[in-house]
């Protein structure tokens, strides 16, 4: 809650100053918040820009390299703003996400979301100051999930050098006045007509202990603007007994620059799960869920809305159908 009345106030200071600082005469209502935007975003990425200078004072620089990824599934999933481009990007930028999720079997929830990734270009992107109000997993419909896993994340990603084409980013940060430190590690494989993308990673916390996780992302691209994907999906978790797995098969296709649908079928598990309605450990399938999302650009590119819609048939309602619905609104600043 600091963080996002700190980050709040920082950007009304300077949108005022800016604001103050130009003669807005003769400017249509649409001019005048498409300078001010444009204005607060190369400040923004000014200040990066100042912090990298100092920072690279005493970092030493790492030699450039590239990956192999796929454009088109690059630019789908950096439209969409997918937990896997999150998780990879080095882009900065500034986004606050206001949103509301309403469930049929759950209380509805309000939420507001601020996060910020700031590059160190002058090291040559190996480190990265990032402050995120960690959102949900990719299965958080279908896995039960502490609140502690929604706190916000301080702390400095580092991008090693590509080593046998394995890619590694390391990170240390601060969630719930605990310190923790995650490793990441991926690496793409090409065929003639899918890419795959294994990736595996270790976090350990001084409050929550030791947890891993892999995800295999096998993407086939249709056309230029749509992909498929199907994601597996394994986590342990200290102190909690089994194993999660799950799958995922996802459809991506982008209508236009500003505007785009995805529709994901998925289902979820764990080798020794119980809740109150299966008190007994049951290592079978818990969760059936399909969602489809709708993603578009409104008024400018730097703001999005984002509607997605689905069912979830869960063992822990007696697979009564949870209707999920739930609203986005993105407001981006700085490289996007």
């Known amino acids: 809650m600091v963080l996002r009345v700190v980050a709040l106030f920082i ?4 949108a ?42 005493w970092v030493k620089e790492s030699d450039d390299n590239e990956t192999n990824e796929d454009e088109t599934i690059s630019a789908i999933d950096e439209f969409f703003k997918s937990e896997k481009f999150i998780e990879e990007t080095e882009k900065s930028f500034f986004r606050i996400r206001l949103g509301s999720e309403f469930q049929s079997k759950n209380s509805t929830k309000f939420n507001q979301k601020i996060s910020a990734q700031i590059p160190l270009s002058r090291t040559k992107k190996s ?10 997993n990719y299965f958080s419909s279908a896995v039960s999930e502490t609140s502690s896993d929604s706190s916000t994340e301080v702390g400095v990603n580092y991008f090693a050098p590509l080593y046998k084409g394995i890619k590694s980013k390391y990170s240390i940060g601060i969630k719930s006045f605990s310190t923790y430190v995650k490793a990441r590690y991926s690496k793409y494989f090409k065929t003639q007509d899918w890419l795959l993308q294994p990736t595996q990673q270790f976090v350990y916390s001084t409050k929550y202990d030791f947890s891993e996780e892999t995800n295999i992302y ?3 691209t249709l056309d230029e603007n749509s992909i498929f994907r199907t994601t597996l999906h394994r986590k342990t978790r200290s102190h909690i007994d089994g194993f999660d797995y799950a799958v995922a098969f996802a459809y991506y296709l982008t209508l236009s620059q500003k505007k785009g649908f995805s529709l994901t079928q998925q289902f979820w598990g764990n080798s020794k799960y119980t809740c109150e309605a299966e008190p ?14 709708w993603r578009q650009n409104i008024f400018r590119k730097w703001i999005s ?10 063992r822990q309602y007696e697979y009564e159908p949870n209707y999920i619905v739930e609203f986005n609104v993105d407001f981006y600043f700085g490289n996007i």
């Open 11 to 14: 950007y009304l200071f300077l």
């Open 16 to 57: 005022s100053n800016i604001a103050a600082q130009e003669d807005t005469t003769g400017q249509t209502f649409n001019e005048y918040v498409d300078e001010k935007h444009k204005n607060f975003s190369t400040y923004v990425v000014k200040v990066f820009d100042n912090i990298d200078k100092s920072i690279s004072r």
């Open 127 to 136: 480190f990265q100051l990032f402050i995120d109000d960690a959102e949900k």
């Open 218 to 220: 096998l993407n086939k």
């Open 280 to 293: 007994q450990r049951y290592s079978g399938i818990s969760s059936y869920s399909t969602f489809a999302s």
């Open 305 to 314: 809305f984002e509607i997605k819609s689905g069912v979830d048939f869960h």
